[in-house]
């Protein structure tokens, strides 16, 4: 299922309701990300015995695994209040003043996609993730002068699909930087279980394990097969979702056993039959198929990669043997076919 793309203002909407509904709320009831949940909870035991706002914490790691949902949950854990925020929303030094002049003792304040600040709105932050003071110009002109506001202690949590893109004396001031990576398997399996528990959907081990398979190993992705395969359940097999259930609505809707979608396999299949496997660019993908590089990049490249089906270099993508034998691509070269690997 395609994370980018045009969708609806209303469809994002319900998406995100949807999505809330599903979250949990405690760390212990958060699937997977075994070491990134010890490092935070030591943190927020920290934090609770010493009576102060804990450090600030900076998430990392592809679209859909959770960073949105361990903010919720780091406040919910220390049992303070919480704001949120987003890099692109704040364009002028005034609308973050605004939000900080507002913030309260310990609170957990979060800025998604942080590494799209602006400069001059990423300086004002420095100050108050780390002196916790807001520098306020008054005046203009000659006359102009600087007044710095004190704000109470907070705990600043970052999320960001690119940490490359976060500069150092920002990424400085994090004191926990912490990645998230793709869920196997079984993980999911049980996020599809714990989702379908709460949608009163009956679903088997089965049922809940081929939608895991397919969702790229990432649980945003799990939860909206599983409400897609919801509907076919509900309309062709009296509600009930089995193996079989879910093996044929998500064949319905082109979704294949590691997960990939359309976009997934024309990036692959360019790459296999365009370029002979490779090495080719990452511009030269994105104009091949019409998408976005940064989206190739961030998106479909990582499990991609994950799943072992392309490698980065310094000279571009490669696909591996795996890749030309999954898609049934045969490798050619210069000369022709390329010779068996053992004779």
Avoid at 328 to 334: A, I, L, P, Q, T
């Amino acid at each position: 299922m395609r994370e980018q793309g045009i969708i609806s203002p209303d469809l994002r909407e319900e998406e995100r309701q949807f999505e809330a509904t599903l979250r949990p709320r405690r760390l212990e009831d958060f699937t997977g990300q075994a070491k990134l949940k010890e490092n935070l909870s030591i943190a927020i035991e920290a934090a609770k015995h010493r009576g102060e706002a804990m450090d600030h914490v900076l998430l990392y790691g592809p679209p859909g695994l959770g960073k949105t949902t361990l903010a919720t949950i780091i406040a919910q854990e220390l049992g303070v209040s919480y704001d949120q925020t987003s890099g692109p929303i704040l364009q002028k030094k005034l609308d973050l003043t605004g939000i900080l002049s507002n913030v309260r003792s310990q609170q957990v304040f979060f800025i998604d996609e942080i590494h799209r600040l602006l400069p001059e709105v990423e300086e004002m932050l420095y100050s108050a993730l780390e002196d916790f003071r807001v520098d306020i110009l008054i005046g203009t002109g000659p006359g102009a002068r600087t007044h710095s506001l004190p704000i109470p202690h907070f705990t600043a949590v970052g999320a960001t699909t690119r940490q490359g893109l976060v500069s150092a004396p920002l990424r400085g001031r994090f004191g926990l930087v912490l990645r998230l990576n793709h869920y196997d398997a079984e993980e999911l399996k049980s996020i599809v279980l714990r989702s379908a528990r709460l949608l009163d959907v009956a679903i088997d081990d089965e049922g809940a394990g081929e939608i895991a398979r397919r969702s790229r190993g990432t649980p945003r992705i799990a939860n909206r097969l599983l409400r897609r395969v919801r509907d076919y359940a509900q309309v062709r097999a009296r509600g009930s979702i089995t193996h079989a259930v879910s093996r044929t609505a998500l064949d319905l809707l082109e979704v294949d056993r590691f997960g990939l979608d359309e976009v997934d396999q024309k990036i692959m299949l360019t790459i296999l039959e365009k370029y002979g496997g490779g090495p080719v660019g990452l511009n030269t993908i994105a104009a091949s198929i019409d998408e976005q590089s940064d989206t190739i990049e961030e998106v479909y490249e990582p499990y991609l990669i994950q799943l072992g089906f392309i490698d980065r270099t310094p000279r571009g993508r490669v696909a591996t043997e795996r890749a030309f034998e999954y898609f049934g691509v045969v490798r050619r070269m210069r000369g022709g076919l390329q010779p068996p690997l053992f004779q």
